[in-house]
């Protein structure tokens, strides 16, 4: 696609289930990043894919959450057990290779639990 | 550890006034620098960045920001201010060992008076 795609844009959940998170990079972007933006805060990596090498999961904060890359395509973001904690706008990024060459965004996933 | 300090929270200027935003960072070799803006409801769009060469880099909409080694900063810098130009600025850095993640200051939010 032109752009990277992330859905749904706004997810409202109650504590203690889970979400999918979804993001759909450029065509041809072989690294996809997630990231976290809580209220008032700078980004926060969480995880990073680069073609077939193991993903780097440095940045997730608890065993609650996971992603995966389908096909070296779309990622899915997932979290268990949602806590109010979690709230917060989820981005996703992609970029041609592992270069650090500069990322396109998508818009966001403004995640809500209440 | 590495790390990114913008140490304006929020900044105000009059529209037509010049900018300059504040970004130290915190890595033991050169790394690669960025600098990107936040539009409300909006992802991050990248502005400039700096790899290596002239020091001062040239960006889109009129912004560019100078690498000052001795300092360890990359400040953003702006002639005239638009009033459009209001939003959060990030500034963030890629440690070149780390493939293309990055390490993201707080932001700096920018109110622009009429």
């Known amino acids: 696609g032109a752009g990277v795609s992330q859905s749904p844009s706004n997810k409202v959940t109650e504590k203690g289930k889970d979400v999918e998170l979804r993001c759909d990079p450029i065509s041809g972007h072989t690294a996809l990043y997630w990231y976290r933006q809580s209220l008032g805060q700078g980004l926060e990596f969480l995880i990073y894919f680069q073609g077939n090498s193991a993903p780097d999961k440095s940045g997730l904060p608890s065993d609650r959450f996971s992603a995966e890359r389908t096909g070296g395509s779309v990622s899915t973001l997932t979290i268990q057990r949602t806590q109010q904690e979690d709230s917060a706008v989820y981005l996703c990024a992609s970029s041609l290779d592992r270069g650090p060459y500069g990322y396109t965004f998508g818009s966001g996933t403004r995640l809500t639990v209440v | 550890a590495q790390s990114v300090t913008q140490p304006d929270i929020h900044i105000t200027v009059s529209e037509g006034a010049s900018l300059e935003l504040r970004c130290n960072y915190s890595?033991?070799?050169?790394?690669?620098l960025f600098w990107y803006v936040q539009s409300p409801g909006q992802g991050l769009q990248l502005l400039l960045k700096y790899f290596s060469g002239d020091t001062l880099v040239q960006g889109i909409k009129g912004f560019e920001a100078e690498f000052k080694r001795s300092q360890s900063s990359f400040n953003l810098r702006k002639p005239s201010v638009h009033w459009s130009d209001a939003a959060e600025y990030f500034c963030a850095v890629a440690p070149g060992d780390q493939g293309g993640k990055l390490i993201f200051g707080q932001g700096t939010e920018l109110s622009v008076k009429p």
């Open positions: 890595y033991g070799a050169t790394p690669y």
